[in-house]
């Protein structure tokens, strides 16, 4: 079992700076890849940026990259997911994800955290 808990969402205006941190317990976090994904009211969950078990790879959704940066501690068992340039269409509840077998289609999740974007 691995228990991951996410924190840092709140609302920010276009424009800002999020970091949500993905904090992992129970079994050893550095052998699980992770990742984030969000979804937006009425919409599907889909995945947003993922990274292997030691960092040297990392995925991103198009409507992210360059904006968003996933980024992981092993010695502190958390991962991030630094937010720039957000934009309304962020917002959503963020879910930090992670599997042994990679982030496609994780196995463990986090409850969730609110991130909301005004313009």
């Known amino acids: 079992q691995v228990q991951l808990v996410e924190s840092g969402g709140g609302l920010v205006q276009a424009g800002g700076s999020l970091r949500l941190s993905c904090a992992a317990s129970g079994r050893t976090f550095r052998n699980y890849a992770m990742a984030w994904f969000r979804q937006a009211p009425g919409k599907e969950r889909e995945f947003v940026a993922g990274?292997?078990?030691?960092?040297?790879?990392?995925s991103y959704a198009d409507s992210v990259k360059g904006r968003f940066t996933i980024a992981r501690d092993n010695a502190k068992n958390t991962g991030y997911l630094q937010m720039d340039s957000l934009k309304p269409e962020d917002t959503a509840v963020y879910y930090c994800a992670a599997d042994r077998s990679g982030w496609v289609n994780p196995h463990y999740w986090g409850q969730g955290t609110q991130v909301t974007v005004s313009s």
């Open positions: 990274i292997s078990w030691n960092g040297s790879r990392t």
